[in-house]
C-alpha cells in the first residue's frame, strides 16, 4: 500500500467499536429477550430508518443512542426500561472505544489529513463535537447533509475534496464490506477492512485489522 496523505474513517461501529455493527450490538444487549434474528433485523432497520434526516442536527451522541434504543423497544414491543438500560449499556462500550480512538487519532492527525465518512442521521457534526474527536478532523460527513450514502462513491469523493486529496492518496477504514469497503473499492481508493477474525477482505491486497489501535502499525 503507498504511502497516503489522508486516512478516512467510518464512525458507528469503527470508532466506536472496534468492528462490530450497531445493529449487532443492540441484539448482543437485547439478546435474553430472545427475539428472532429476522424479526430482530426488520426491527433495528425501521428503528434506525425512523433518525435519518428527522432529528436536530445538534442533537448529542448520547441523546442519538438513547431515541434509537426508544425506538427500538417500541419495535420490539418491549418495555420503557429495557431501552433504558440497553441505551446505557450501548453509551458506556461506546464512550470507552471513542475515548481510546479520540487518542488514535490525536497522534495519526499529525502526520495524516483525517476525514469521518458515515450513514448518519443528519446530526454526525454534533456527534464528532460532542464525542471530542472533531478537533482531530479535517471533515466529518454525514450522508443526510450531502444527499449520497455508502456505496455511493460520491460520499467518498465529498470527503476527499475537502481534504483536498484523491482516492489513489487516501485510505478508507470502515467495518462493513457492502458500504466501507465496497464504496471506497468503487472509487479506487485502498481501504482497510475493520473485521476481528476475518481473514481476508473483499480485494487480495487490502488488509484486515482486529482493532484500530493496529492503525498506529501500519500508519507510524
Not at 467518498?156 to 486529496?165: G, R
Not at 477492512?193 to 482486529?210: E, F, N, R, S, T
Amino acid at each position: 500500500m503507498t504511502a497516503p496523505d489522508a486516512l478516512l474513517f467510518d464512525f458507528g461501529g469503527t470508532l466506536d467499536a472496534d468492528g462490530v455493527a450497531w445493529k449487532n450490538r443492540f441484539r448482543q444487549i437485547f439478546e435474553s429477550w430472545r427475539i428472532p434474528s429476522d424479526a430482530f433485523d426488520r426491527a433495528f432497520h425501521a428503528a434506525d430508518d425512523a433518525l435519518v434526516g428527522r432529528i436536530p442536527a445538534d442533537l448529542s451522541f448520547r441523546d442519538t443512542v438513547q431515541r434509537l434504543a426508544q425506538n427500538l423497544a417500541a419495535e420490539l414491543g418491549l418495555p420503557t426500561v429495557a431501552a433504558e438500560r440497553g441505551a446505557e449499556v450501548f453509551l458506556d462500550e461506546s464512550l470507552s472505544k471513542i475515548l481510546a480512538s479520540r487518542e488514535l487519532l490525536k497522534r495519526l492527525a499529525s502526520r495524516y489529513r483525517l476525514g469521518v465518512v458515515s450513514n448518519f442521521y443528519g446530526n454526525l457534526e454534533a456527534v464528532c463535537v460532542d464525542t471530542g474527536i472533531r478537533p482531530h478532523l479535517g471533515v466529518a460527513i454525514d450522508s443526510v447533509a450531502v444527499g449520497f450514502e455508502k456505496p455511493d462513491p460520491r460520499i467518498f469523493q465529498a470527503a476527499l475534496d475537502a481534504l483536498e486529496t484523491s482516492a489513489d492518496r487516501a485510505v478508507f477504514i470502515g467495518d462493513s464490506l457492502p458500504r466501507d469497503m465496497e464504496g471506497a473499492r468503487r472509487l479506487g481508493m485502498p481501504h482497510i477492512w475493520l473485521a476481528p477474525g476475518a481473514q481476508a477482505a473483499c480485494c487480495p491486497a487490502d488488509p484486515v485489522i482486529a482493532n484500530v489501535a493496529q492503525l498506529l502499525e501500519m500508519f507510524p
